[in-house]
């Protein structure tokens, strides 16, 4: 009986001592079918390996983009420590291709900030380093924050890239282990300072001056220069830095100012970086990504994305748009549709080619109510000359849908002008185009011009996008005359082949609307417009036309 009793206290002790794996099947050793690992609850694009592995004999053989390989775990405690690490060998793509996309949840949300630097993306690209097709590992240790309940692990693949993974783990620590890291900036962040507050993040170790209950402090070392000792965790104030790259390092130390037993270190590399002013978006879209900018005039919101959580608008002038991509929610202030922003401060960036800019500051409104004419495009010069349309308002007219039935969210459709064919996209979740019905006739589309990987293709919002076509017979019927044009005189003519109503609006250049008449003598006063150069968009009968018209 004895030995009973000391072989079951000897197996508490050793569940006590030793750490426990949290992940299922993380070795995917086990699968339902050939295209679902047993346990994993998001496997997209995913099929069972069995030639290309690192241990035992399967793998996942996982094909980008972008497909997701994801698994929750409950039961998570605040405060302690978990250590993730898996296995990826990249047999294919561009060196963005593959990626950790991992968080601390609570109750099924998200935390998409904390250890964001190790958990949802590595080094200053975020993207896992291809390594010449070799077997990589890739390890952390993390500390559970106070609001986590639950674990959401997943990597990602994208691009068409074929990544192989295999022997992924997430083990909880028998004890808590001293954790030390860098919450900003962020890896190979660019900043436009010379002042910059590095903020820090300790776990299960005690910093201050040397005392009762004191496990040690912080040693770090700018550039490679003298060691500086630290005895809290409020950010690190650098100022002046020069403009270049910059490297800091730390260590946790005891109170004798000695490493740790294991040692526990970290750095951070960044660039401090000058701000660019650009007159308008089409300066800005020929910048350096990466670098940050000033767009000094003013850019209209065409359209905020409501159903993401990157706090996304897409903005244009008079020459060109660009999305906000604003995942840091630094844009606090309550846009509307039709809002203009002036002085917008950020950094260029760039996701599937599409270009984006992330702000780096807050911005408030310069003008409310604006609106935009979207540019008539036909399918062909969508297809052949997109890059001009991205991201801005456009309608293209007299297309055909390839298909039947009801729109999707997050679904791409086939539109045909004759034997020119491109993509409408169907990209906003939360708007009433979800679940209407696909015509099936000749329409026209209005929506954001958009760009993924090499495509070009509109982004409709809403029902009210998808119309019938634009009347050229009816166009060519109701010839319209505009002169004199370029005017001076304060007025112009507009006339047609009949005597019905002529409903005319005026825009700018940056496609704010100026006038909006109806004329029944044919006349427009101009007399209150600037000098410049005017969009006059004139409609009769329920057809439209548009035409330029110059105020000298």
Do not use: C
Not at 44 to 62: I, L, Y
Not at 156 to 174: I, K
């Amino acid at each position: 009986m004895k030995k009973i009793y000391f072989l079951l206290f000897t197996l508490l002790i050793a569940s006590s001592s030793y750490g426990q794996e949290l992940l299922v099947n993380g070795t995917f050793e086990a699968w339902d079918d050939a295209t679902t690992p047993t346990g994993w609850t998001v496997a997209e694009s995913a099929e069972q390996e069995t030639t290309v592995v690192h241990g035992g004999t399967s793998a996942v053989k996982h094909t980008g983009g972008t497909s997701d390989l994801g698994q929750r775990i409950s039961g998570i405690t605040p405060g302690t420590s978990y250590t993730l690490s898996l296995w990826y060998k990249v047999e294919s793509g561009d060196g963005t291709d593959a990626r950790v996309w991992s968080k601390w949840a609570l109750d099924g949300a998200n935390d998409n900030t904390t250890d964001a630097d190790v958990l949802q993306g590595v080094g200053s690209s975020g993207y896992f380093d291809n390594n010449g097709n070799e077997w990589t590992e890739y390890t952390t240790t993390v500390t559970a924050p106070a609001t986590a309940n639950e674990f959401y692990f997943e990597v990602r693949t994208y691009n068409g890239a074929v990544v192989y993974w295999d022997d992924f783990s997430f083990f909880q620590e028998a004890t808590a282990i001293p954790t030390l890291s860098v919450t900003y900036p962020t890896n190979g962040a660019s900043i436009p300072s010379a002042d910059v507050d590095v903020e820090i993040s300790v776990q299960n170790f005690t910093v201050g001056n040397p005392g009762a209950g004191i496990d040690g402090h912080i040693h770090y070392t700018l550039d490679g220069g003298s060691v500086v000792m630290k005895y809290d965790t409020d950010p690190i104030s650098l100022t002046g830095l020069s403009i270049g790259n910059h490297t800091l390092d730390l260590e946790l130390v005891d109170n004798s100012h000695q490493p740790l037993a294991s040692p526990i270190t970290t750095s951070v590399s960044f660039e401090i970086t000058g701000v660019n002013q650009v007159a308008d978006i089409t300066a800005l879209r020929a910048g350096t990504i990466g670098d940050f900018y000033e767009l000094t005039g003013e850019a209209i919101i065409s359209y905020i994305i409501t159903d993401g959580t990157r706090n996304q608008k897409y903005i244009q002038d008079g020459g060109a748009g660009i999305l906000i991509d604003d995942n840091g929610g630094i844009l606090t202030t309550a846009f509307n549709n039709g809002d203009g922003i002036t002085g917008l401060k950020g950094q260029l960036t760039e996701f599937n080619n599409t270009l984006q800019f992330v702000p780096n500051e807050n911005a408030t409104a310069s003008s409310t109510g604006n609106t935009l004419t979207p540019i008539v495009v036909s399918a062909s010069e969508l297809i052949n000359n997109g890059e001009a349309y991205e991201s801005r308002l456009i309608t293209l007219n007299n297309v055909t849908f390839a298909d039947a039935g009801t729109f999707t969210d997050n679904t791409s459709y086939d539109v045909a002008d004759g034997s020119d064919i491109t993509v409408v996209r169907v990209n906003f979740g939360d708007e009433d185009l979800i679940g209407s019905a696909i015509p099936a006739g000749a329409v026209s589309v209005t929506g954001i011009g958009g760009q993924f990987i090499d495509d070009y293709q509109i982004l409709p919002r809403y029902i009210s996008d998808i119309a019938p076509p634009l009347s050229v017979a009816n166009f060519n019927a109701n010839t319209f005359s505009l002169y004199p044009n370029p005017t001076n005189t304060g007025f112009v003519s507009i006339t047609s082949r009949n005597s019905e109503a002529i409903s005319v609006q005026v825009f700018d250049i940056l496609g704010k609307q100026v006038k909006n008449e109806t004329l029944t003598n044919n006349t427009l006063n101009v007399a209150n417009l600037k000098s410049g150069v005017y969009i006059v968009k004139i409609t009769q009968n329920n057809t439209s036309t548009t035409k330029k018209l110059v105020i000298k």
